[in-house]
């Protein structure tokens, strides 16, 4: 893998990274550089990882092949005219950014750029993460190896066509909410039936975690697993009938269709977005040094 590695932007998602590669070893400290607007944030980084902080965002694009777009979606159009013009052919850029579309990402560069898409998610945090990856047409396979591994050290990935990225925020980018508000229904539910809150909450996450590590170790569907703890006419099926009754699955299903919709409208409201006035012409940050 070429290196290092450049991240820009040292907030939630771009720490787990530095985290992630770091501690699995794909990347030594000094082989992970960042910039970083925030100066205490920056020294947090640098004292925390010893990972080294870039002077500016082109100080780090003259100096890494690899780079990760992780600023918020919204800091995009200043960070793309600024270093879009200095991207060049053997640079390979791996955007977090929701709902930013590949192409949207070359119409800053002024030639063809390797480029690949990613979707992590919160869990990525604690690297549990699950990040789907979109490579754009100029990515090579060993393009996409390098993103597997590097979102490998902070969970699990799947490949997918960009045209998907929408439906994947609907489902595992925003699936960690549904799940914590199924968490705290279980819980609740379990408190009505006399539990303590603590024992409840306890419990309905253990369920969780164990359920979940059950699909993954034994490879069954859900739906196989599901019907083998239902014993005819007894608690279980009950509960489900309840669900079922409370429609459940659909309100699930819903949940995912309307978040992807809700997805793509953001990513066309980026396209209608003006732009920065000027190529390079990024505004200057308070308290930058
Ligand atoms: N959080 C998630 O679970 C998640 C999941 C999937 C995808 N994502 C995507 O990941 C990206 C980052 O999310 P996040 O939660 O990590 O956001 P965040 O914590 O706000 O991190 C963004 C970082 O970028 C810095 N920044 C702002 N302008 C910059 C510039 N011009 N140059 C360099 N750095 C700059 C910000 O500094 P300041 O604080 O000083 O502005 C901040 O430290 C977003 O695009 C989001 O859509 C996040």
Same mark, same amino acid.
């Given at each position: 893998?070429?290196?290092?590695?450049?991240?820009?932007?040292?907030?939630?998602?771009?720490?787990?990274?530095?985290?992630?590669?770091?501690q699995?070893?794909?990347?030594?400290?000094?082989?992970? =550089?960042?910039?970083?607007?925030?100066?205490?944030?920056?020294?947090?980084?640098?004292?925390?990882?010893?990972?080294?902080a870039?002077?500016?965002?082109?100080?780090?694009?003259?100096?890494t092949?690899?780079?990760i777009?992780?600023?918020?979606?919204?800091?995009?159009?200043?960070?793309?005219?600024?270093?879009?013009?200095?991207?060049?052919?053997?640079?390979?850029?791996?955007?977090?950014c929701?709902?930013?579309?590949?192409?949207?990402?070359?119409?800053?560069?002024?030639q063809?750029? =390797?480029?690949?898409?990613?979707?992590?998610?919160? !869990?990525?945090?604690?690297?549990? /993460?699950?990040?789907?990856?979109?490579? #754009?047409?100029?990515?090579?396979?060993?393009?996409?190896?390098?993103?597997e591994?590097?979102?490998?050290?902070?969970?699990?990935?799947?490949?997918?066509? $960009?045209?998907?990225?929408?439906?994947?925020?609907?489902?595992?980018? #925003?699936?960690?909410?549904?799940?914590?508000a199924?968490?705290?229904?279980?819980?609740? /539910?379990?408190?009505?039936?006399?539990?303590?809150? $603590?024992?409840?909450?306890?419990?309905?996450?253990?369920?969780?975690?164990?359920?979940?590590?059950?699909?993954?170790?034994?490879? &069954?569907? !859900?739906?196989?697993?599901?019907?083998?703890?239902?014993? !005819?006419?007894?608690?279980?099926?009950?509960?489900?009938?309840?669900?079922? $009754?409370?429609?459940?699955?659909?309100?699930?299903?819903?949940?995912?269709?309307?978040?992807?919709? =809700?997805?793509?409208?953001?990513? $066309?409201?980026?396209?209608t977005?003006?732009?920065?006035?000027?190529?390079?012409?990024?505004? &200057? =940050?308070?308290?930058? &040094?």
């Amino acid at each position: 893998m070429r290196k290092p590695l450049g991240i820009i932007g040292g907030g939630n998602v771009g720490e787990a990274l530095i985290a992630g590669v770091i501690q699995s070893g794909l990347f030594s400290p000094e082989e992970v =550089r960042f910039s970083e607007p925030r100066p205490d944030r920056r020294d947090y980084l640098r004292e925390k990882y010893q990972a080294p902080a870039a002077k500016s965002n082109l100080d780090l694009v003259a100096h890494t092949p690899i780079l990760i777009l992780a600023v918020k979606p919204q800091s995009v159009p200043e960070v793309l005219s600024e270093i879009g013009p200095a991207l060049k052919k053997d640079h390979l850029l791996i955007s977090i950014c929701a709902g930013v579309p590949l192409d949207y990402l070359q119409s800053y560069c002024r030639q063809p750029i =390797r480029m690949i898409r990613a979707m992590p998610n919160t !869990p990525a945090l604690i690297q549990k /993460g699950a990040t789907a990856l979109a490579p #754009s047409p100029q990515a090579k396979a060993e393009d996409l190896s390098t993103a597997e591994a590097i979102f490998q050290a902070v969970g699990i990935t799947v490949i997918v066509k $960009e045209s998907l990225m929408d439906a994947v925020t609907g489902l595992s980018g #925003s699936g960690p909410a549904y799940v914590f508000a199924a968490i705290e229904a279980l819980a609740a /539910g379990g408190v009505k039936e006399g539990l303590s809150q $603590e024992a409840a909450l306890a419990l309905t996450t253990q369920t969780v975690l164990g359920a979940a590590h059950l699909i993954q170790s034994t490879g &069954k569907h !859900p739906a196989t697993l599901r019907d083998q703890v239902c014993t !005819p006419g007894g608690t279980t099926i009950s509960g489900l009938y309840a669900m079922e $009754e409370g429609g459940f699955r659909l309100a699930l299903m819903n949940a995912v269709i309307s978040a992807t919709r =809700r997805s793509k409208e953001l990513g $066309e409201a980026l396209r209608t977005t003006p732009r920065p006035s000027s190529p390079g012409g990024a505004k &200057k =940050r308070k308290g930058k &040094k």
